[in-house]
């Protein structure tokens, strides 16, 4: 019999610290400060950035953060932008965590936004927070940012309802183990985690013989024998599909890196596979077999009769939320599904803890290959890649969404913001390669801008492609300081503003001509010179108001170059919205009636 998950887990750390006794015998014990240790374990996990603002519980730590050879600190204009940012970059890296560096009490709660959506989506992100001093913290002295009741642990009981794994760094005898958990669970779990540096401990020395063996990234192993009985039962009821199977892939085949084992069963078997909305550039949308978006109602029609005529559905890394899921509209029996996710799995209405995808799916491609030669034969919707051709001038969405999918490149990233982009998006195939960068289970409007930055510094040390953002100006005016941050830095992102006169996915939700949808309007092509570029030699600025103008933006080979920060203002009418965006408010509204009814 296999050992449970939480005893493999015991036995994989005992194996560790006998390991460490083994160094500690063999090599001198070399001592380097726990700000050097920690950063070493980031740099460990692929951190070259750091995001955050100083205060005087953090500066300490910052100091180590600025001297370091690999790791930049990008300071930002709030804590919130910062936590954005860190997402943004984990998203964006895979492989690695986003890290943000606040103080304690007024920085922390300023973050705990955005770190509450790294948790809700399934974010990796380490949120460091610079704490009183160890005596402080012990004696209790009425102290500035605490709320002056002695209650010096109340910031870390509301990081506990948004982080999967919390740490503090007391001692110099438990610090270095301290880190290591805490970063092997955001690592493996892809959760955010929280570690509180008390200002007095920044310079402490501790041993440097943990850092000579790397942290785990693997889950626990799948039981063997529960594993083999599970690869049975989905055979057999793949055989009774007799080859009618279409794969749905989703957020956590990103989140849990399982791209290239799903790129490996889709191109042994053939079978046509779908994306969610969270699932987008989950699988390259110019693969033969891509079939497009589903989204329950909301989709294309013909790719909602694809998948939903399925005799299988073979679901991987499922995340069933409203929008995701077409406002709840999947037309899929639960008899016509298997679900693979990152810790269990789910055969009809059998459910098997702890057998993970990562392992199974490779076992499941062995398998399954057998099936390429009926499954090749099923048709699948190829993605409408046309421009429509309309008799006005007016930048309608139903143009703009598919006139921008024409100026996408390989390897571009490509950030929309929460509501009208989002949605905007979904219907137009991208490039190989791409990443779609979107929070559209948490929704925090405003997440875009910073998401951006973060993601813009990813992309650049991994040389990708392009990072292109899309943002309302009603969202834009909640974190607009970022763009400071990025022409500080040099970075060069595509901003394309659309600016509809306010909150244009509220308006179709809710309330379409209340004055609380409306906003303020601003000279949005003065932002970047205004925002840090004063001379005007590191940006560019435009402003469209009809499908001549931006049909001859978007051909203008420098400006496709990406060479310097792109604002694109794009004048839109009040009311318009993109398809998938009417159709969900429309489903949105008739769910709320029937709520009503029933009270």
Request: aromatic letters at 8%; glycine letters at 6%.
């Amino acid at each position: 019999m296999q050992a449970s998950p939480d005893l493999e887990s015991e036995v994989i750390r005992l194996r560790r610290e006998l390991e460490l006794q083994a160094l500690a015998t063999a090599h001198e014990d070399e001592q380097i400060t726990i700000s050097d240790y920690l950063l070493t374990r980031l740099e460990q996990f692929g951190v070259s950035s750091i995001f955050g603002v100083p205060g005087d519980f953090n500066m300490p730590f910052l100091d180590y953060i600025e001297d370091h050879p690999k790791i930049q600190w990008m300071g930002n204009c709030n804590e919130l932008n910062a936590a954005y940012a860190a997402d943004g970059y984990a998203r964006t890296k895979p492989h690695s965590i986003g890290v943000v560096v606040t103080t304690f009490g007024v920085g922390e709660l300023s973050a705990i936004n955005g770190i509450a959506g790294a948790f809700s989506e399934i974010v990796p992100v380490l949120h460091i927070v610079g704490i009183p001093s160890t005596l402080q913290l012990k004696s209790k002295p009425l102290l500035h940012h605490t709320l002056g009741d002695a209650r010096f642990d109340v910031y870390t009981k509301a990081a506990e309802q948004v982080t999967i794994s919390q740490g503090m760094l007391m001692s110099s005898a438990s610090a270095a183990a301290e880190i290591d958990r805490v970063l092997s669970d955001c690592i493996t779990r892809a959760r955010p985690v929280y570690l509180t540096f008390p200002s007095d401990m920044a310079s402490v020395k501790i041993s440097a013989k943990r850092l000579k063996i790397p942290l785990s990234r693997v889950r626990p192993r799948n039981d063997h024998g529960v594993e083999t009985f599970v690869l049975d039962e989905i055979n057999k009821i793949i055989d009774e599909a007799e080859g009618n199977i279409v794969i749905l892939v989703d957020a956590c085949v990103i989140r849990h890196d399982v791209r290239d084992e799903v790129k490996e069963l889709v191109t042994a078997t053939r079978f046509p596979v779908y994306s969610t909305p969270m699932g987008k550039t989950a699988i390259n949308e110019d693969y033969e077999r891509y079939g497009g978006v589903y989204m329950g109602s909301i989709s294309d029609p013909a790719v909602k009769e694809s998948v939903e005529k399925a005799n299988l559905i073979l679901s991987i890394g499922a995340l069933k939320s409203d929008f995701n899921t077409g406002m709840f509209t999947y037309r899929i029996p639960t008899t016509h599904t298997v679900e693979l996710h990152s810790d269990h799995t789910l055969v009809r209405h059998a459910h098997f803890p702890g057998i993970g995808m990562k392992a199974l799916l490779p076992k499941l491609t062995s398998r399954l290959s057998k099936h390429l030669p009926l499954a090749s034969e099923l048709a699948v919707p190829k993605p409408n890649r046309e421009v429509p051709v309309e008799h006005t001038d007016v930048i309608t969405h139903s143009y703009f969404w598919p006139r921008v999918a024409k100026f996408f490149q390989e390897k571009d990233v490509i950030v929309a913001e929460t509501g009208t982009s989002n949605f905007g998006v979904m219907d137009v195939p991208f490039p190989a390669q791409c990443t779609f960068v979107s929070q559209i289970l948490y929704g925090s409007i405003g997440w875009s801008v910073g998401s951006a930055l973060g993601a813009a510094v990813a992309a650049r040390s991994q040389g990708l492609g392009r990072v292109i953002l899309f943002v309302g100006d009603g969202s834009m005016q909640l974190t607009v300081q970022e763009l400071s941050t990025m022409i500080h830095h040099r970075l060069t992102p595509i901003i394309f503003l659309l600016n509809n006169s306010g909150y244009n996915i509220e308006r179709h939700l809710h309330g379409m001509d209340r004055k609380y949808n409306d906003i303020v309007n601003w000279k949005w092509a003065s932002l970047l010179t205004t925002l840090g570029d004063v001379d005007g030699a590191l940006s560019r600025s435009y402003t469209v108001h009809d499908k001549v103008e931006l049909d001859k933006l978007l051909s203008d080979p420098e400006f496709s170059s990406a060479g310097k920060i792109q604002l694109v203002e794009v004048v839109m009418d009040k009311y318009d919205t993109p398809r998938a965006l009417r159709m969900a408010a429309d489903l949105s509204q008739k769910y709320a009636e029937q709520s009503a009814k029933q009270l």
